[in-house]
């Protein structure tokens, strides 16, 4: 009897020690990760600069090795201000992680397409569309969007009213929607100044958004040529608290709530 019992606390002994084996797995470990898709165009003079949000796919290559996790591929989806997250994606392992459409909306990329991925991580992938842009300054630099002005300056370099008057577009960074448009009023003879009509915010929430200034091409078409930002404020978005479940159990008028959940 006595030798039954060393037999069993020394299988337990085993089956403690060695996690892997007796079912264990993993210490806690656990599968999925974040990523977010993004457009950056080239700034003339060096560098990139942020343009708008994009979809993102990706795809698992191989486990880099104990990998836990059963999605092995994601996507196309777009995300917003936030990452988005891919529960149960593999890890750790190498995946290739693309921004985009290659060659039809980007024609490179900031970082590799494959890497490797760890639990938890956020995982960016940054795409280089076409196109050299010009740094430009906005006066004024800031918004209150209750009592917006009649209008406002870009500084910069590359303007052109041969073909019409430069366009200018307000475009949420997070999203790539254009919010509010509106076209030169005047513009310098050198090409390094406009002054435009303050486009519609009457929907727009606080925060930053990029400007978009574009020439007018003698097809009609448009040439992005600079690009500025503007801080919006005074009409913050306000989250509504979910409404009260109500008791749990199983009222005569609605579903069942689980009790378990309520405390």
């Known amino acids: 009897m006595n030798r039954q019992k060393l037999v069993v606390f020394g299988a337990v002994f085993l089956c403690v020690s060695v996690i892997a084996g007796c079912g264990g797995g993993g210490g806690g470990q656990q599968s999925g990760f974040n990523v977010q898709g993004q457009r950056h165009v080239q700034v003339a003079g060096g560098g990139f600069q942020f343009f708008s ?25 777009l995300c917003g201000q936030s990452s988005c997250r891919v529960d149960g994606g593999r890890v750790p392992a190498r995946w290739r992680i693309v921004a985009g459409t290659p060659g039809a909306e980007c024609i490179g990329y900031l970082e590799s397409l494959e890497r490797d991925v760890t639990a938890g991580s956020t995982q960016v992938s940054r795409c280089v569309v076409f196109g050299v842009i010009f740094p430009f300054t906005t006066a004024p630099a800031s ?38 448009s509106t076209t030169a009023t005047a513009v310098n003879a050198d090409g390094t100044w406009l ?13 930053t958004y990029n400007i978009l200034i574009s020439n007018v091409r003698d097809d009609g078409s448009r040439e992005y040529i600079g690009t500025s930002t503007v801080d919006c404020y005074g009409r913050d978005v306000t989250f509504e608290p979910p409404p009260d479940p109500g008791p749990c159990g199983c009222p ?12």
């Open 195 to 207: 002054q435009a009509t303050m486009p519609d915010l009457s929907s727009v929430y606080s925060g």
């Open 143 to 180: 918004v209150d969007l209750q009592a917006p002005p009649a209008t406002f300056d870009l500084t910069g370099s590359g303007l052109s009213t041969a073909y019409g008057m430069p366009q200018v577009e307000y475009v949420d960074q997070y999203t790539g929607a254009v919010i509010g």
């Open 252 to 263: 005569p008028d609605g579903p069942c709530m689980p009790c378990e959940n309520y405390y």
């Open 53 to 77: 949000i994009t979809s993102i796919q990706g795809n698992w290559l191989f486990d880099n090795g104990s990998a836990i996790g059963e999605t092995r591929n994601f996507g196309p989806f």
